[in-house]
């Protein structure tokens, strides 16, 4: 029996760490050629093609796209991954660090989804994988610049799902909640008390510790899967129930 993703193309963007580099080892590991586009494409994922792109630049991004279409023989899964926190009210951040974080984290996503349409046209079966967020839906505290970055991801994500659908291309986010990654390593490092500080987001989500970058990457898998050729306009969350489930205290069952 073939594999899931035989013969299949995919970029994944900001796929040298976290969640992109487990999306693009689990993509590969099934059966899909993948380049990963990054600032630090050195890390990528053996068995990968490294490219650098910096989604924040469109010229950086139309010739990342297309050295990638070359380089695999074409397109058919985009993994829109690459994305960088923020922290604090609206008070917290200037008007620089608003413009920063949208350019990558939303019109990143433009950049590189304009890029390749013209090579999914192509494909049998394309399909486009935002990352999202848990933030996109809940009011998470001292997270304003990054959840209003992710409730746009989200929002574009249906629109372009109803913009692309009769083409044939289905328009998918991911949704994770907080996830082991190194951005999230760095902020536990910078707190007077680490420990106590990931027992909190632990603590914070249902399922009791904190979601890992290979959970978020089979969802992603999904999404882009060819088997899931009715999934579309649909966020998916993986985030250990934190976005549905209201359960008592502990000491309370």
């Not at 951040?93 to 608003?98: K, P, R």
């Not at 992710?150 to 009769?166: E, F, N, Q």
């Not at 760095?186 to 009791?208: I, M």
Request: hydrophobic residues 45%; glycine residues 10%; charged residues 20%.
């Amino acid at each position: 029996m073939a594999a899931e993703f035989d013969g299949m193309r995919a970029i994944v963007t900001g796929g040298a760490s976290g969640i992109g580099a487990a999306a693009a080892s689990y993509l590969m590991e099934r059966g899909c050629a993948v380049a990963v586009l990054d600032v630090a494409p050195d890390s990528a994922p053996e068995g990968t093609v490294p490219i650098a792109c910096d989604v924040a630049d469109a010229r950086s991004v139309q010739s990342a796209v297309e050295e990638a279409a070359r380089a695999l023989g074409g397109l058919d899964i985009v993994v829109n991954n690459a994305g960088i926190g923020a922290q604090g009210s609206v008070e917290d951040n200037d008007d620089d660090e608003w413009r920063r974080v949208l350019e990558v984290n939303v019109l990143g996503i433009v950049r590189v989804a304009r890029a390749a349409l013209p090579h999914l046209r192509n494909s049998e079966h394309p399909a486009i994988v935002n990352t999202s967020s848990i933030a996109a839906t809940a009011g998470l505290p001292q997270r304003a610049l990054y959840s209003a970055s992710k409730g746009a991801v989200y929002s574009l994500t249906l629109a372009m799902a109803a913009d692309h659908v009769r083409e044939g291309i289905r328009v998918n986010c991911v949704s994770p909640g907080t996830t082991d990654t190194p951005w999230v390593g760095r902020l536990l490092e910078k707190t007077a008390d680490p420990v106590a500080e990931r027992a909190a987001l632990n603590g914070r989500q249902p399922h009791g510790r904190l979601v890992s970058a290979e959970e978020v990457a089979a969802g992603i898998a999904y999404l882009a899967s060819p088997f899931n050729g009715s999934t579309t306009g649909t966020s998916l969350a993986v985030d250990g129930g934190m976005s549905g489930l209201r359960l008592r205290p502990a000491s309370g069952r």
